[in-house]
């Protein structure tokens, strides 16, 4: 075998907002997570963070091999996996869009339907049947609006219930619930012109006969209505649906090539609108709930003077094994945005792994992302500097060592 000559490689132009990829990077500093930004109009990619990362230039030249040995050996950070787009999460609160739209397109609420919390919902009769809520409405009504606004868990626990207890059997309604939630691009590979990526899971029916002998039903699967339990997306999945909310019921395929040798890529799986399986006219009144999430709702305090912007909140509990047992460590932060309301140039989604509420870090950072690339700048100085020299690694550090500790323990007992 004998070397030949290089071929040049032929010059691509990407989707990537460079100043906006940066200020994300730099966001992320001291954290771990994903952050991909799209634009709804068009599917194209504008930001894709994963945090930790590497500089690419360590793995080019004569020190190429030590490099990327050091890199994909480090279990502990993982720089080398794209959080964006491998890593899958429980999506949390952002989900309860999803549980509302479907309870839409079934019929089975209206935008006046009320349910009622009392801090919480309870749906069987042992104690542990009961799912907690923290949205503050005690002894009157919860209808759609209040309900995203607030994040209230019982009010999409009813819905879901009243989903999949529509048809003859909870498996029939199931592959109906999951159809819908598919639609938007979840539980699938979405066709992007990316490499890699990750599923998600988003359970049908069959998912369930072949998991439980016993009998099961909609308060079996109940967690799936707040975005937890089975369900899991990815970064740039929840991105994208996130896109498709703004646009109304559809989006198209992200990408992050934009032009090959100086000429726009044309290619119909980029172009194409994928339409959701729910109708458009139900999209204004969750629009409109996503609004108040920042007017008066859990990211009030992230508002941008000058721009409206919709969101979503969550907060997903997280657990690892510890010989055997489930220890609880901080929860991850999640947030879901588009701006403008009205005219949508941008949709996020961010996880921050042991970031606690999505209020405190999350929904901040996006709004600073999105001020970034809508206004060139950033005007709320105080809050910059606060997510940027905000670090995590205490929170991580303390997941390694009962890591450790555990694994010194195996070490012990098999001495």
Partial sequence: MYDTLAVPGKDLTLTIDSELQQYGELLMSGKRGGIV??????????????????????????????????????????????????AMYSPGSPFKILTGLIGLQEGVIDTRTPFYCNHGYRYGKQPNAFMGCHCGIVGRPVRLV??????????????????????ENPSIGMDAWSNHAKSFGLGNYLGYDLPSGQKGRIPDGKFYD??????WGATTTISNAIGQGEVETTPIQLANMTAAIANKGHFYTPHIVKKIDNKPVIDSTYTTQRK???SPEHFPIVIEAMYETFTRGTARYSQVKGIDICGKTGTVENFIRVDGKKVQLTDHSIFIAFAPKDDPKIAIAIFVENGGYGSTIAAPITSLLIEKYLNGTVSRKHIEDRMVNLSLQKEYDKKQELLTSKNDSIATRTK
């Fill in 146 to 167: 209040t309900a995203i606004a607030k994040s209230c868990n019982s009010y999409f626990a009813n819905t879901y219930r009243r989903i999949i207890d529509n048809y």
């Fill in 37 to 86: 930004a799209l634009e709804p109009q068009t599917g194209e990619i504008l930001a894709l963070v994963t945090a930790p990362s590497y500089d690419p230039n360590l793995l080019v030249g004569r020190k190429r091999s030590p490099n990327s040995v050091k890199l994909f050996n480090d279990t502990i950070n993982m720089p080398t996996f794209d959080r964006g787009l491998q």
């Fill in 210 to 215: 072949k998991n439980y002998e016993f009998r």
């Fill in 276 to 278: 959701t399986t729910v």
